[in-house]
């Protein structure tokens, strides 16, 4: 079992940043990489960023890579999303989820077994 909580969304301006949270606990914690997702309304959710949880490597979304960076603090089980240069069209309930470690070669198409509750991020003048 792993459980997640997202924290740190809120309304930012065009061109600022945010920096999200995901407090990451469970007994199962080693086996999985933690990855950030984000949904706009009407839409698919779409894979952000994994972060391994072995080795600490990452990954990002193309479209992403240079303004987004994933990292984690493993003494306090933490994975954060820093976000800069962030646009509208960034607007989205962005969510963490628990990917066991063996599917992170899939990313994108990275299949979570367990979810955040999202936090909503709204860029906006």
């Known amino acids: 079992q792993v459980q997640l909580v997202e924290s740190g969304g809120g309304l930012v301006q065009p061109g600022g940043s945010l920096r999200l949270s995901c407090a990451a606990s469970g007994s199962s914690l080693n086996y999985y990489a933690i990855c950030w997702f984000r949904q706009v309304a009407g839409k698919e959710r779409e894979a952000v960023s994994c972060i391994s949880s072995s080795d600490g490597r990452t990954i990002y979304s193309d479209s992403l890579k240079g303004r987004f960076t994933i990292s984690r603090d493993n003494a306090k089980n933490t994975v954060y999303l820093q976000m800069n240069t962030l646009k509208p069209e960034d607007t989205a309930v962005y969510y963490c989820?628990?990917?066991?470690?063996?599917?992170?070669?899939?990313?994108?198409?990275?299949?979570?077994?367990?979810w955040g509750q999202g936090t909503q991020v709204t860029v906006s003048s």
């Open positions: 989820g628990a990917v066991y470690s063996d599917y992170l070669s899939s990313f994108p198409r990275v299949p979570p077994d367990y």
